[in-house]
T-cell receptor, first 109, second 114 residues
């Protein structure tokens, strides 16, 4: 079974609003990564947070990690229509990534 | 650099036919991966190769075989295609090693088995 489960499965917001996606996982990890997938395309890496980090920022992205709760969240601030995509968390098991089921984000202009 | 390339982009097979999906990367990465993605689903790992000369099963290996031809190339073979193998197949690669590296994905192969 897949390691990560994202919540919510789908999210619709207006441009300018913030979008928060959550990821829960089952086993211990080296790091957790977030990826973005535009419709019909391959995944693109967004951000990586190591197991000893609690928060990381990259532009409009903020990721948190709580290893005691085995959960992570991805916050996209001031969303744009171009942020419309599916977002996946992935846990790093040393030699492979295990992906979650994804959150489909729709940002309306 | 082309990154990760996959061929073909689209393929339609009849049940029982065989085919090989090709993947190549030009980033000198050690590790390569094959995933499948079904509609509305995340990616499920089929096989991976942590380094040249090694291959390991992922979550859903049944019905597939792989070959790590050299450091650049990692192929996925369907010996006898089944409708349940209709999916989008993604190849990915990363530097590997300590496990703190991002993966780079190819554009995908859309396979339909009738």
């Amino acid at each position: 079974s897949q390691q990560g489960e994202e919540d919510p499965q789908a999210l619709s917001i207006q441009e300018g609003e913030n979008a928060t996606m959550n990821c829960s996982y089952k086993t211990s990890i080296n790091n957790l990564q977030w990826y973005r997938q535009n419709s019909g395309r391959g995944l693109v890496h967004l951000i990586l947070i190591r197991s000893n980090e609690r928060e990381k920022h990259s532009g409009r992205l903020r990721v948190t990690l709580d290893t005691s709760k085995k959960s992570s969240s991805l916050l996209i601030t001031a969303s744009r229509a171009a942020d419309t995509a599916s977002y996946f968390c992935a846990t790093d098991d040393t030699d492979k990534l295990i992906f979650g089921t994804g959150t489909r984000l729709q940002v309306f202009p | 650099n082309a990154g990760v390339t996959q061929t073909p982009k689209f393929q339609v097979l009849k049940t029982g036919q065989s085919m090989t999906l090709q993947c190549a990367q030009d980033m000198n990465h050690n590790s390569m991966y094959w995933y499948r993605q079904d509609p509305g689903m995340g990616l499920r790992l089929i096989y991976y190769s942590a380094s040249e000369g090694t291959t390991d099963k992922g979550e859903v290996p049944n019905g597939y075989n792989v070959s790590r031809l050299n450091k650049r190339e990692f192929s996925l073979r369907l010996e006898s295609a089944a409708p349940s193998q209709t999916s989008v197949y993604f190849c990915a690669s990363r530097m590997g090693g300590a496990g703190s590296y991002e993966q780079y994905f190819g554009p995908g192969t859309r396979l339909t088995v009738t």
